[in-house]
């Protein structure tokens, strides 16, 4: 885990139960609900997007949550390229991210 700021990133890899999934809505979802899901509660504004025209395929998920570490609204967003395992970043809010 890294902190910059209001700035948290926390790096996933190698982590055995987001396995590699050719059905991006399979592999996206299972990343989530086990990496994502445990920390945070009250999520809302969920999206998927992935680029399935792209040999090695991002994946990105981001939605507003509340933290059940520190209790903050948080905005939380994992990624996933190729074989760089699964980036976790953390921002006080989409504008943040954006």
């Known amino acids: ?8 990133v926390r790096l996933h890899c ?8 050719p059905d991006s809505d399979k592999f996206i979802g299972l990343a ?4 994502i ?14 680029d399935a025209l792209n ?3 991002p994946h990105l998920v981001d939605a507003a949550a509340t933290s059940l570490e520190t209790g903050q609204r948080v905005h939380v967003a994992p990624f996933n390229q190729a074989s760089s395992g699964w980036i976790e970043l953390v921002m ?3 504008d943040a991210f954006i």
């Open 37 to 50: 899901v445990p920390r945070y509660r009250d999520i809302q504004g969920y999206e998927q997007k992935f």
């Open 92 to 94: 006080p809010d989409q």
């Open 1 to 8: 885990m890294s902190n910059k700021g209001t700035t948290t």
């Open 32 to 35: 989530w609900n086990t990496l």
């Open 55 to 57: 040999s090695e395929r």
């Open 14 to 21: 190698p982590h055995p139960a987001p396995a590699y999934e």
